[in-house]
């Protein structure tokens, strides 16, 4: 049996810190708003704890 991944997929961490909904966190990656640690980040990068999540230039929880 696989391992599942670790991490949260970034748009289910954005929804679950209240920024907005999954679908609004797919909408803001497709526009290239987002970055992870400093580089925007494909659909469904996984969040790991320490890393910086922005929306826009602000840092997010």
């Not at 997929?9 to 999954?22: A, D, P």
Request: glycine share 12%; net charge negative; charged share 30%.
């Amino acid at each position: 049996m696989a391992e599942a991944p670790h991490g949260t997929r970034i748009n289910k961490y954005l929804s679950e810190v209240g920024h907005c909904s999954r679908r609004a966190a797919d909408k803001l990656l497709e526009e290239g708003r987002i970055t992870l640690n400093g580089k925007v980040p494909e659909l469904g990068t996984r969040v790991q704890p320490g890393d910086v999540v922005e929306v826009d230039g602000e840092p997010v929880a």
